[in-house]
């Protein structure tokens, strides 16, 4: 798969765009790229030498970009996207997007957090303190991860971050892009409730 997304190449790879109508984060005032200003015709950022299309967004990491495609301030919900390789082993990209991004919405009262990442490559792992921390601030709130590869959420599982993310069946399922964003965290917080009652009975 990684082979499948450099062969179609990585400049082509877009964020996802049909949520724009209803929230762009360069628009809005309380986001961390507030005022950003995109040049489409040149792309800058690389992974790993391959450029990337300009619309991603840096959290200060090498390999893993974002895009944040909608944020709820009322309902306290966010949608992330996300590109490239998820390395903590080598980078600590958790705490970039932990320190960067998360607690800058975390300051607004985000606490429910959905994190798309069919686009994310790879996963390495390291200790998991950021993951602790994010998860004891957000306290009533959640972080799901939805259509990760089957690789990663393996990895995932591995370096036993199932404490703090929720992720894989029946996430990974979520045609994600058929909803629009309020349906789509409606959707994911009920998988949720139903998957805390199940691990009560």
């Known amino acids: 798969m990684e082979k499948e997304i450099i062969s179609t190449g990585m400049h082509d790879l877009e964020p996802y765009y049909l949520w724009r109508s209803l929230y762009i984060a360069s628009e809005d005032e309380h ?4 005022g950003r200003v995109y040049n489409e015709c040149e792309c800058v950022n690389t992974i790993y030498n391959y450029y990337i299309h300009p619309q991603w967004d840096d ?44 607690e800058h919405l975390e300051y607004y009262h985000i606490n429910k957090f959905i994190l798309i990442g069919e686009n994310v490559l790879n996963y390495h792992s390291s200790d998991d303190c950021y993951y602790q921390e994010w998860f004891e601030d957000i306290e009533d709130g959640w972080i799901a991860a939805v259509n990760f590869r089957k690789h990663v959420i393996d990895e995932f599982k591995h370096s036993h971050i199932d404490d ?38």
């Open 59 to 102: 959290i200060g990491s090498p390999t893993l970009y974002i895009k944040i495609l909608y944020v709820d301030y009322k309902r306290g919900f966010c949608v992330i996207e996300l590109l490239g390789e998820w390395n903590d082993a080598l980078h600590n990209d958790v705490m970039f997007l932990k320190r960067n991004i998360i």
């Open 31 to 34: 986001s961390p790229f507030y």
């Open 164 to 201: 703090y993310i929720n992720f894989g069946e029946p996430l990974n399922a979520i045609n994600w892009r058929s909803y629009n964003p309020v349906h789509l965290f409606e959707k994911v917080e009920s998988l949720l409730v139903k998957r805390l009652n199940a691990r009560m009975s």
